[in-house]
Nanobody
Framework: QVQLVESGGGLVQTGGSLRLSCAAS????????MGWYRQPPGKRRELVAE???????NYASSEKDRFTISRDNAKNTVYLQMSSLKPEDTAVYYC???????????????WGQGTQVTVSS
């Protein structure tokens, strides 16, 4: 059974930092692309960042300078370090595991339950 369990969310003031963690089990972690998505209130879920099995990263342009995704294959864990947080970063953050697809990009077939991040002004 595949499980992705996020942790590290919470309430933080504008300009603060948080580190999200996602522990994976039941999958061959090292061969999956791992991603962080978020869903702000009333909006669609959007990609924040993703990291391939080889360590290549991709970020949504608006977060590239403030967020860092990393993974520890030995611990089956992916992280999202967030700094200089803004109220518009308020969202439920989801961890996801995916596989490459022939057309390019990735298909995320496993999702965590999400962790709430709230940035107060």
């Amino acid at each position: 059974q595949v499980q992705l369990v996020e942790s590290g969310g919470g309430l933080v003031q504008t300009g603060g930092s948080l580190r999200l963690s996602c522990a994976a089990s039941g999958i061959i972690f090292s061969i999956n692309v791992m991603g962080w998505y978020r869903q702000p209130p009333g909006k669609r879920r959007e990609l924040v960042a993703e990291v391939t099995s080889g360590g290549s990263t991709n970020y949504a342009s608006s977060e590239k300078d403030r967020f860092t995704i990393s993974r520890d294959n030995a611990k089956n864990t992916v992280y999202l370090q967030m700094s200089s947080l803004k109220p518009e970063d308020t969202a439920v953050y989801y961890c996801a595991a995916g596989v490459p697809v022939n057309s390019g990009g990735y298909y995320y077939n496993y999702w965590g339950q999400g962790t709430q991040v709230t940035v107060s002004s």
